[in-house]
């Protein structure tokens, strides 16, 4: 096709004047192009309003409210969810049961990075000596079953941490000793892949650059190195998000987790173990959220990690 | 009048543990820098010239390297002896260092900005606004156009010529003393050459620094240096003002080097240049001789066994070679 007219040639011009594109631009294109993972992200911001926005319909009495006359009801009009083998309402326990699994979730993934990062980092950038010492503990957590170290810890620290209130709610003093068992559980893949990032980004002239202005080791690790390796940390920890979901669900639902009251979708399973057949409404509600929560994680993760990808090409529209 | 040196290497020995074996990068160099003045350091590549002024950075990556042996004698103190804390004090602040490729000495996820500006946040205790500001107008110093909106490009937005610009506003942020050029203009186009060159000569004469221009191009050296060390395999071969190099090179390797470059006065318009035959010799075979003797014209017996120290042969020239290149006979 030839340009017709001045107009079309001005706006060809304009358009090849328009300004390059930012880095942020050229991931968000790249994202938006794998559709599954805008399902994914779309699904999350569903979920994530579900369980925070629900707030306003149920309050956390309403979810912990017991009525044992009502025990096992098949969803219904006042109970859609229906209820369980005490009477309590399912949906206002998925909603409250949510939040904790996502807060669990995100924030057992932020204690998994600050470990993993630190020795990832320490180890690939120091060498030597403290890289042999930091690799090995790694791989000695490796070896360690993960659910195994998880089910001994949660049964060692569970109970001994009082409940805790936060943003207007009072949580299981359970919850913390999960986040915090989850995260130091699950940094060793991470701590690998910073401490591979580091390896081959301290040998970079940049860093050769850094040194020759005088910059200390600390903010050459943190302020000139870490910013680099950022990709490979977004997209292992969103993935991570989803595995901290499925191990709270693993521990609650073995009973060792999250201490009723306070729900979450893991331990709203361990009572429905009894009535898988009788009583599907049990399982059937927190069980999909939990499948539904992580596929979406999974595919944001896959979205990201070919968003992310230096070495994938921007193709043209 | 000589000046004092502000920097000075005694007897330098680097060596690197490779799986090859040992390199035997540099092999007891000893140079000296006199303040206000420019030092040219000539050789090919692999001969110790850049890992000699790493050693005076103390950037030496240990392992695999190692110095041995020497001094490096900064305003007479022996920063070899510095801890690294002190070292950090000196980079950037007396010593700063620009690189060879600028394509990869720029960190490609921090702002031009914020890379120029961090020095002066750590050696000269800015704030944060008055470095940006500094740095904006360090960047306006060394040309580049529209200096505040590029403050905030990242290195890719920037071409070659102007990142190599960038790192030099980068190196002069904090009035350092010394200059280290690390063959700075190799990995630009020669009109882009000749600007780095043009700026780093004037901001230098601005300034009053003391500069190392380390280089394999004959003819930047000529338009720099006062005065000018070749080294060949880790030795130095010859030390002399960049005059007298020129006009009269005693060294073989100099000689061989200055009649393979063309010359815009020379006569033999249809002949072939000349060249040396061979490559350099690799760093981890232990030489009894001189290591130039395979590509060597002039060789006599005493030069397979003995290798010649250096020595001063005229006022302010030093060889290090046996044979008189004029008469092709021994000293």
Known sequence: ?317 | MEHEPILELKDLVVKFHTLDGVVHAVNGVSYSLEEGKTLGVVGESGCGKSVSVLSVMRLILDPPGKIYAGKILLHGKNILEYSEAQMERIRGRQIAMIFQDPMTSLNPVLTIGKQISEGMVIHLGMTVEEANARAVELLNIVGIPNAKDRFSDYPHQFSGGMRQRAMIAMALSCNPEILIADEPTTALDVTIQAQIVELVKRLRDQLGMSAIWITHDLAVVADLADKVVVMYAGYIVEEADVFRLYENPLHPYTNSLLKSLPRVDSSREHERLATIPGSPPTGTKVIAGCPFVPRCNFVIDRCRVENPPLEQVESGHKIACWVDVNNGRQR
């Open chain 1, 1 to 317: 096709m030839g340009i017709q007219t001045d107009a079309e040639f001005f706006q060809l011009q304009e358009e090849i004047q328009a300004e390059p594109l930012t880095p942020g631009q050229i991931i968000r294109m790249r994202f938006l192009r794998h559709k599954m993972a805008v399902f994914g992200a779309i699904m999350l911001i569903v979920l994530l309003f579900y369980s925070f926005g629900g707030v306003i319909f149920f309050s956390e009495e309403q979810a912990n409210f017991t009525d044992t006359k009502l025990r096992l009801s098949p969803p219904s009009r006042e109970h859609p969810f229906g209820t369980d083998t005490i009477g309590r309402d399912i949906l206002a326990r998925t909603i409250y049961g949510g939040q904790i699994s996502l807060i669990i979730g995100l924030s057992a993934v932020i204690v998994e990075v600050i470990v993993g990062v630190l020795i990832g980092a320490i180890a690939g950038y120091y060498g030597g000596w403290i890289d042999g010492l930091l690799m090995r503990f790694t791989e000695a957590m490796f070896n360690i079953p993960q659910l195994f170290l998880l089910l001994v810890m949660a049964k060692f620290f569970g109970g001994k941490i009082p409940p805790i209130d936060m943003f207007g709610r009072s949580f299981s003093g359970s919850v913390i000793v999960i986040i915090v068992i989850i995260g130091i559980t699950s940094w060793m893949y991470l701590a690998r892949i910073v401490r591979a990032n580091f390896l081959s980004l301290k040998e970079r002239e940049f860093v050769l650059a850094a040194h020759t202005t005088g910059t200390s080791n600390l903010s050459i690790i943190f302020n000139h190195i870490l910013p680099n390796s950022i990709a490979p940390i977004i997209v292992s920890g969103t993935l991570s998000v989803a595995n901290a979901i499925i191990s709270e669900a693993y521990i609650s639902f073995l009973g060792l987790g999250v201490q009723p009251p306070t729900a979450t979708w893991g331990n709203m399973l361990e009572g429905a173990y009894n009535y898988i057949e009788t009583a599907p409404w049990l399982w059937i509600f927190p069980g999909s959220l939990i499948v539904l929560t992580v596929l979406s994680i999974n595919f944001v993760g896959d979205g990201m990690r070919d968003a992310l990808d230096p070495h994938a090409i921007v193709e043209a529209k």
